[in-house]
């Protein structure tokens, strides 16, 4: 017989040998929640095991199955599955009938995370000056600014396993970490350095665009956290709470008065000094604290550390027909109408798989530069509309009948054979502008073939001529 102390309650009961701690839990009159029946259909029973963890069996394939989907922490275990082996203190995490909505599977098709306590990296930037570049331009222009710096270094962060927080304003939080990444502090370091090189990239743009020298300032800092889903039923986000992010924040804040552009704190240091190029160092006193702190200005990766992170997939080759010939997967892994993107060094590649042959082009819009389709998930409305309009562009750029592509960004449609232009900016007015845009001018004479590769199959995998 195992003593069992349940909190919020303070009530110890009894399990048995052959009960389960929710059999044993109602037999003691304690409200467990178990909104399945008892069994394993639902998270309701679930329990937060505060002592005695190493005294519980292994989680049984049931509970597996549930924990793997809700991504339970170690001490998250289901009562209706537990057969407890020794002394355990918990608490139940479903205590009323909010709690009993927000977790029940019986009723939502996405659960909450529970909360869980782990060591993490919060990353934190902002665009400089950003209020004052704002002032000057319309609405309009911020937002497609603000669409087009975070479309690029979104995408960054989610390729180095970081998870996107949340976006305020011109402000971005991520975590990486969540899912226990290898390297994670590193990986945040790296996904820093790569942001700033991508801004550097659009620098240009912004100066010809908004005569606007647009830069970013980054922060991070490493720590226990507490990761769970907030927010009313149907409108969870996985979120990070804890002095960790207020201090990443001030971090980031800092290198204002450093006149840096990434800042690293102490701790982080300690996770990745084996691995990072440091410029100099600082010591400050935060905004809004006491204490003075030592925070790191990062330059770059060792050169060892670099060739494990950012060295790109070497591919298998072969040269047939006069041509280079680089491997991209087995024919059957796309499934019809599929498609997929493969990373090389200077440029990516999408592969699209028709009803009857395969299609590869270079992943970039040829008129704006933009990319044709997003390694990261997305939802409407996350490209704003197109100018002028209450359209919302679509996610991804559209596959139509006779092997056309019809780019998402000014909708222009390709042949996906050739490349050759079919129909040219067919959102452009008849002078030729682009509607919000018209002091860019005439921009329909840009008209650029769209970089196309030809496919064979050869042994049952798909090939693709880069050369």
Request: negative net charge; proline residues 3%.
């Amino acid at each position: 017989m195992t003593k069992v102390t349940s909190l919020p309650d303070n009530v110890e009961f009894d399990v048995t040998a052959d009960e389960t701690l929710l059999e044993a839990a109602l037999r003691s009159d304690i409200a467990f929640a178990h909104a399945c029946g008892g069994r394993a259909k639902c998270s309701t029973c679930r329990i937060w095991v505060l002592d005695g963890l190493e005294t519980c069996p292994e989680r049984t394939e049931l509970e597996i199955s549930m924990a793997n989907r809700l991504g339970f922490a170690k001490e998250v275990r289901l009562a209706c599955q537990l057969r407890p082996k020794g002394r355990l203190l918990i608490r139940r995490l479903v205590i009323d009938e909010t709690d009993l909505m927000m977790c029940s599977q019986l009723d939502r098709a996405v659960a909450a995370r529970a909360g869980e306590a782990k060591k993490v990296t919060i990353f934190f930037s902002d665009i400089a000056d950003f209020t004052s570049l704002a002032e000057r331009l319309s609405a309009y222009d911020v937002m497609y600014l603000l669409n087009r710096y975070f479309v690029q270094v979104g995408d960054i962060i989610e390729q180095h396993g970081g998870f996107i927080d949340k976006f305020v304003g011109d402000g971005l939080m991520a975590i990486f970490g969540v899912d226990d990444q290898p390297n994670a502090p590193l990986r945040s370091v790296n996904a820093a350095l790569q942001t700033l090189a991508a801004v550097d990239t659009m620098k240009p743009f912004f100066t010809s665009m908004y005569d606007a020298d647009v830069d970013i300032r980054i922060g991070l800092h490493y720590g226990e956290a507490v990761l769970g889903s907030l927010g009313s039923i149907g409108h969870e986000r996985l979120t990070a709470i804890g002095d960790v992010v207020n201090v990443a924040s001030r971090v980031e804040i800092a290198n204002k008065d450093a006149g840096t552009r990434l800042l690293i704190s102490e701790a982080l240091y300690e996770e990745v000094k084996e691995s990072v190029e440091v410029a100099d160092f600082v010591r400050i006193r935060p905004r809004g604290t006491s204490d003075r702190m030592t925070l790191y200005e990062i330059d770059g990766l060792k050169p060892e550390a670099e060739a494990i992170l950012n060295t790109k997939e070497q591919r298998e080759t072969m040269l047939f027909a006069g041509k280079k010939w680089v491997r991209a997967f087995a024919e059957d892994e796309l499934e019809i109408d599929e498609h997929r993107i493969l990373e090389f060094e200077d440029y990516d590649v999408v592969v699209v798989r028709g009803a009857d042959s395969y299609f590869a082009f270079n992943n970039a819009c040829p008129h704006l530069h933009l990319p044709l389709f997003e390694r990261r998930e997305m939802v409407e409305g996350d490209l704003g509309c197109y100018p002028g309009t209450n359209t919302p562009r679509p996610i991804y750029s559209t596959l139509v009948d006779n092997r056309g592509l019809v780019c998402r960004w000014h909708h222009s449609c390709f042949d996906l054979q050739t490349g050759d232009v079919r129909d040219w900016a067919t959102r452009l007015a008849e002078d030729g502008t682009s509607p919000g845009w018209e002091f860019l001018g005439d921009v329909s004479k840009n008209r650029m073939k769209l970089k196309v590769y030809t496919c064979r199959i050869h042994d049952g995998d798909l090939w693709i001529a880069l050369e």
